[in-house]
């Protein structure tokens, strides 16, 4: 089994920045891909970035490119999403996720195993 811990989710201004961290630990690998997703209460689960086990690719979805920065720390099997420009609409619970594979993708039943989310709250 893989365990995932967020943690650095909170509230701030539209504009500003926060920067979560998934903490792997378990039956995991640095060689794993490792995902970014959010959700919002009534609608389903989307993605937000992705990447590769080598941390050589990096995928975002277009709602968050140019803003968000997904990077890891395999020595620390960690993961960062740094989000920067925040919108109210950036408002959600973010989940990190990990796919047994070094591949990125954009789906959530292609990936493995999930963390309990942090709340991110963008106020206007």
């Known amino acids: 089994q893989v365990q995932l811990v967020e943690s650095g989710g909170g509230l701030v201004q539209a504009g500003g920045s926060l920067r979560l961290s998934c903490a792997a630990s378990?039956?995991?690998?640095?060689?794993?891909?490792m995902g970014w997703f959010r959700q919002v209460p009534g609608k389903e689960r989307e993605f937000v970035g992705a990447?590769?086990?080598?941390?050589?690719?990096?995928r975002y979805a277009t709602s968050v490119e140019g803003r968000f920065t997904i990077s890891r720390d395999n020595a620390k099997n960690t993961v960062y999403l740094q989000m920067n420009s925040l919108k109210p609409e950036d408002t959600a619970v973010y989940y990190c996720a990990q796919r047994q594979s070094s591949y990125t993708r954009t789906s959530t039943w292609e990936y493995d195993y999930w963390g309990q989310g942090t709340q991110v709250t963008v106020s206007s």
């Open positions: 378990g039956r995991t690998s640095s060689n794993y891909a």
């Open positions: 990447i590769s086990g080598s941390g050589g690719t990096t």
